[in-house]
Nanobody, 122 residues
Framework: QVQLVESGGGLVQAGGSLRLSCAASGRTFSRYTMGWFRQAPGKEREFVAAISRSGGSTYYADSVKGRFTIYRDNEKNTVYLQMNSLKPEDTAVYYC???????????????WGRGTQVTVSS
């Protein structure tokens, strides 16, 4: 098990940028693949991005490709999500998750943070 704490959310105007961080407890961070998901009010949780254990492979939802970048620092036990060119439709609670396999659905991830709110105004 690993405990995850997200930070970096906030209110930003359309076109702006935010960087989310997810800090993990423990010494086994590098054993986990990491993912970012988001959930807007009244909608299901959706995949945003994922990264392999080493950071060598990354995966993105089509809706964020070219605007968001996921990366990790295994020395700091942290995964990041750099979000540029933000749009109002990016407004959601963003969650980081840790799992064994890279996946674009929530079920394979068995460790979740509590989320951080991102609000993009038009």
């Amino acid at each position: 098990q690993v405990q995850l704490v997200e930070s970096g959310g906030g209110l930003v105007q359309a076109g702006g940028s935010l960087r989310l961080s997810c800090a993990a407890s423990g010494r086994t961070f590098s054993r986990y693949t990491m993912g970012w998901f988001r959930q807007a009010p009244g909608k299901e949780r959706e995949f945003v991005a994922a990264i392999s254990r080493s950071g060598g492979s990354t995966y993105y939802a089509d809706s964020v490709k070219g605007r968001f970048t996921i990366y990790r620092d295994n020395e700091k036990n942290t995964v990041y999500l750099q979000m540029n060119s933000l749009k109002p439709e990016d407004t959601a609670v963003y969650y980081c998750a840790a799992g064994i396999l890279v996946a674009t659905t929530p079920d394979p991830y068995n460790n979740w943070g509590r989320g951080t709110q991102v609000t993009v105004s038009s």
